[in-house]
């Protein structure tokens, strides 16, 4: 089994739920437990590492078993094929827990599922420019855990800090970020500026490549920026912040495209994972 981050007993009856990284991992009552389908990390066929600091890691995927963890504390006999009414009752415990506090394996989000206290949006900067609160229009969408603050998060006049958990950061893993932002009328623009966070740690990268784009009908599309940014290791928790100067041109719609890395490169501790993009505010003045 993967590592367990933790388990929440839920009733007296000795039962469990197993989370990792939001996703539910398996569900026990009594001396069973179900192991339900998953991809995870492992040290399986890869090289250790070496002064004190772990190798790579490979993925696998597990598959659904059953254990009896009186006779097998290894969980090394899957027991699914001989007790399959057992299997039912157990992925009907993992439904109910699935419809309370979520699953990020098979996208439930869960009806008990609340932001954690931490301090709220008091401190962070407030800016005031031409696309604050005006329609946008997402080609992907955001992550559900972090929204920016919702459907407008990116245009709300709220920046964010390098806390990726402040609540103004509008995340997305593995997708792209593609925004068109509509500001009502024709205006001549002086800059369009968008900020991104990397904190690698948390597995939370640049961009590989921004584009910035203006039109003034939304239907033909000029390209006034575009940025590539290699890859680079970095400890430090940043913001980049990436403006393109326009010179008074004429624009009713902008388009902004910032392209997701995708998968987490092999120096990474995470190697072969996910990568995300974090944008707060897009500025246009």
Known sequence: MPLLKGHTEVTPRNEFYYYYEGGLRA????????????????????????????????????????????????ESNDLSQKYPDKVKELEKLGEIARQKFGDQITGAVGSEIRQPGRPGLENNKRIQHLAKNKKITLEYDFYPKYTGGGENGLLNGIKGTKNFNDGAWQGFEYKDLEATIDLEKVYQLEKISAGFLINQGSWIFAPKRVQYFVSQDGHSFQKVYQKQIQTQQNNKREILNLTAQLNNKKAQYIKIIAENIKTLPDWHKGSGGRAWIFCDEIVVK
């Open 27 to 74: 569900v026990r009552r009594g001396k069973w437990k179900l192991q339900f389908p998953h991809r995870t990390r492992s040290y399986q066929d890869v090289e250790p590492g070496q002064d004190g600091y772990p190798g790579p890691y490979n993925f696998i995927n597990v598959d659904k078993a059953l254990y009896n963890l009186e006779e097998d504390i290894d």
